[in-house]
């Protein structure tokens, strides 16, 4: 048993967005970074037709656990990268979770076609907040735009995470998965991203 | 030597199948089985290794295909989701009976849910069924291991194996050390027997009374048997029972996974013993005598059908689906476990919030897909139409109402030959049928029902979707393709010279980007589907799919502009429902998302205010 692993029990990263997004990728460099840093890890997602648009849930155990799926309750950490489904995230939360959230709406079709509408976003975050112990806002779409590319928001979250420290993962370990997953194209500007979203995060 | 990694589970049976000595694997895609081949063709190309993979033009031709290379005494896999066990069912039963030389695998991947599958089947039944053995991995680190377990066992008693993990064991990952690959160069050796390779039904029957034994020895294996989890918690942990009657839990797969969780967290994992079944069939029948001699009883947590449960034979004391105790559809998430278990054990309650009432989200086509703008054409060239779909990305055509039923691969084209004969046998004149197909699910079970439909009469319009790959699964080659999964150059097989070999007579191609052109192409179809010398109307709209980096063509991108005629009447946004047109409120112009637009240029067309101007962007 490593170090880290001793003086950890376990942390549960619950993460939820629009497919399309990147969670999935996000999903998977957080548990990579883990793997880096030596600490045991399980993830959990659903690929297919959902990845079209749909909303897609993914989650990362770091610890020594059996199950990779998130209970009801269970979540440490909400990583949403879209405000509607920061809200519909809430059951999975408890008293103590910390909330990353993105403030950009991503209107769904029923809303769009008139048979629903989107709450006030103030709305949705304000119910997050009166929950969970801390929301951090961020606004995915400036922040990935100033680091060259809006497609580059999910790094933009992975960073936040990363500078909370809530993870017992080093900038090392961070870099090193980045380093190992991400495309050789899209590295720079993904590497930006994910600097400007860690500068927030250890701001907070 | 071993290093470690995260492996999804899909990738773990991967590995496994390469350190277990694998010569071939044969698959056909689908969720949520499909990263198991594509990882076998990432590690065959990294390690230069000697196995024969292919993607199979369906799992039944991918599990006859496999199936010969055991017949040879090599290692061989067949790779699909719990769905396509239905099309390989026919060679499945067949093989049970001859059994198998080299170790068989077949991977049946279920899903429960379901979260991308017509059903929620339990493919333990069929390996029931077929009176072969299956195991239930739990973890993926488990079903790694598990692949080494089934390949022993099918070499051992010459019998098929089935592995069987769920959607929660495909698509999690997990770290796990990984081991060198074991390249088996070995001679493949066929030795003629035909009362065994070609058993005539007198043979069969012996066939069938040593698949009975084969099935026998398998059970009384005592390493295969279901075995205590919680022996260590129990022996120290307080014995005193919740009801004063003996209890236990029998679970199988993943939901055993969440149980153990479950049990720590509501104080029954020193108290309850809580048994794992590896393989559900053949059930240990010394399991079943002793479990029901000293218990009272018994929860059984299984996905999805009670396959454990109905082989424990005492129902008064086995609590599960059948009881109601266990839910008896859906996927066993940990909440509903812990309700079960709650519920069984009379413990409080858990206060759970109920989920916020907020708008939902359903899955669409990507923007700029060829097929929503196939289904605006067709819907606007038909629009009284019955409209049989078929699966693939373009099921989502039901969002636009451009699929009115969806049942199994292929049946769009017997389902629109059906409706036909139907108006036809009424003496009724027939409304407009234009059936919906990909290209994928048209070689794999479109090409006998179109055979089918034109020798029995039927009059309708076929819009094969063309886009060049399997797209929902992950873009894996389709038929046409033209090279192997070694890159070697293979025939590539036309769907038009298909098309017109099943007896069609008007085959046309068309650009789904061309609004114009394809409307015109399919109302010309529609009028030859009437015509007197008409039949089935094939229309090919094709156009790669956006998505495949396979195939990154490039093609005259518009930039696309909203002009002051746009009043916000939304009709592009219901109608043709791209995720980059977006609605800005009653009477308020839409916008046009800039990271999601591809530039196809196709709403252009489907504004009927000639709102949408579109400029070939540099």
């Not at chain 1, 590319?149 to 809530?166: C, H, I, K």
């Not at chain 2, 084969?214 to 059970?219: A, D, F, G, N, T």
């Not at chain 2, 199988?252 to 479950?262: D, F, M, N, Q, R």
Request: hydrophobic residues 40%; contains cysteine; glycine residues 8%.
């Amino acid at each position: 048993m490593t170090q880290a692993e001793q003086t950890f029990q376990a942390l549960r990263i619950f993460f939820t967005g629009v497919g399309g997004q990147g969670t999935l990728l996000a999903t998977r460099l957080v548990g990579e970074a883990a793997l880096e840093e030596g600490l045991p890890v399980a993830m959990s997602e659903i690929h297919g037709m959902a990845q079209r648009g749909g909303v897609v849930e993914s989650s990362v155990v770091v610890g020594n656990v059996c199950s990779p799926t998130i209970a009801d309750g269970e979540a440490d950490i909400v990583l949403a990268f879209e405000p509607l489904e920061a809200a519909r995230a809430l059951p999975k939360c408890h008293s103590k979770t910390l909330v990353i959230s993105s403030t950009v709406p991503v209107v769904p079709f029923t809303v769009a076609t008139g048979q629903a509408e989107y709450p006030a976003i103030e709305d949705l975050l304000g119910a997050v907040r009166s929950r969970v112990a801390s929301v951090i806002e961020v606004d995915t779409a400036a922040l990935a735009r100033d680091a060259g590319s809006e497609r580059a928001a999910n790094l933009v979250m992975l960073g936040v995470l990363a500078g909370t420290g809530r993870l017992p993962v080093s900038m090392k370990s961070w870099q090193e998965a980045l380093r190992r997953i991400l495309p050789e194209r899209v590295q720079e500007v993904n590497r930006r991203a994910f600097q400007t979203g860690y500068t927030l995060g250890r701001e907070l | 030597m071993s290093d470690r990694k995260i492996l999804l589970g899909n990738e773990a049976i991967a590995h496994g199948l390469l350190e277990s000595g694998c010569t071939m694997a044969t698959s056909y895609p689908g969720t949520p089985a499909s990263e198991v081949l594509s990882t076998l063709v990432q590690l065959k190309n990294a390690c230069g290794l000697s196995i024969h993979l292919e993607w199979s033009i369906n799992e039944k031709v991918a599990y006859e295909v496999a199936l010969a290379n055991s017949y040879m005494g090599r290692r061989s896999a067949v790779v699909m989701k719990q769905v396509g066990l239905n099309v390989a069912t026919d060679p499945l039963m067949s093989s049970a009976y001859t059994g198998v030389r080299g170790g068989f695998v077949v991977v049946s991947a279920d899903d429960p849910g379901p979260h991308s599958s017509q059903t929620e089947q339990d493919s333990r039944f069929t390996a029931m069924m077929a009176k072969i053995p299956v195991l239930d991995p739990a973890s993926p680190r488990e079903i790694r291991e598990l692949v080494r377990v089934a390949f022993d066992l099918s070499e051992q008693h010459e019998i098929p194996v089935m592995l069987r993990p769920t959607t929660r064991v495909c698509h999690a990952r997990q770290d796990m050390e990984v081991f060198p690959f074991a390249d088996r160069k070995l001679f493949p050796l066929f030795e003629k027997n035909p009362a065994r390779w070609a058993a005539t039904p007198k043979f069969r029957l012996v066939l069938h009374r040593q698949l009975n034994e084969k099935l026998s020895r398998i059970e009384q294996d005592s390493t295969l048997a279901p075995r205590l989890v919680n022996d260590a918690p129990l022996r120290t942990g307080n014995p005193s029972r919740s009801r004063g009657d003996k209890t236990c839990v029998v679970s199988s797969g993943v939901a055993l996974s969440h149980i153990k969780e479950l049990m720590i967290e509501l104080g029954l994992w020193d108290r309850v013993p809580l048994f794992q079944v590896m393989m559900p069939f053949p059930l240990s029948r010394s399991f079943i005598e002793t479990t029901l001699s000293n218990y009272d009883r018994i929860l059984v947590i299984e996905e999805t059908y009670p396959v454990i449960e109905l082989q424990l034979r005492l129902q008064a004391k086995v609590f599960g689906r059948l009881t109601g105790t266990v839910p008896s559809a859906g996927e066993l998430l940990p909440e509903g476990i812990e309700d079960i278990l709650r519920g069984f054990f009379l413990l409080p309650e858990s206060d759970r919030s109920a989920p916020p009432d907020i708008p939902g989200r359903r899955p669409t086509l990507c923007a700029g897909c060829p097929h929503r703008a196939a289904f605006f054409a067709i819907k606007k060239a038909f629009p009284k139409g019955i409209y049989p779909g078929d699966i693939g990305c373009y099921t989502l055509g039901l969002n636009l109402g451009a699929v009115d039923t969806v049942l199994c691969m292929g049946a769009s084209i017997s389902h629109a030959a059906g409706f036909y004969h139907a108006f036809k046998a009424s003496r009724e004149d027939f409304p407009p049928i234009c059936a919906t197909i990909g290209d994928s699910t048209f070689f794999h079970s479109g090409v006998t029902a179109l055979m089918n439909a034109v020798v029995q009469g039927a009059r309708f319009v076929l819009v094969i979707l063309d886009n060049g790959t399997t797209a929902m699964t992950g873009h894996q080659p389709t038929p046409a393709r033209g090279r192997n999964l070694d890159g070697e150059a293979v025939p590539s097989l036309s769907i038009e010279e298909i098309v017109k070999a099943c007896g069609v007579r008007s085959v046309v191609e068309a650009d789904p980007y061309d609004t114009e052109r394809l409307l015109q192409t399919l109302r010309e179809a529609g009028d030859h589907a009437r015509s007197a010398d008409g039949g089935i109307s094939v229309v090919i709209s094709r156009r790669p799919c956006l998505m495949d980096r396979n195939r990154a063509g490039s093609w005259p991108k518009f930039e696309i502009r909203v002009n002051e005629k746009c009043r916000g009447c939304d009709f592009c946004i219901k109608q043709f429902e791209c995720p980059a047109l977006q609605a800005q409120g009653e009477k308020e112009p839409v916008r046009i998302d800039r990271n999601l637009c591809s530039g196809c240029g196709v709403c252009v067309s489907v504004c009927p205010h000639g709102a949408l101007e579109a400029a070939l962007s540099g």
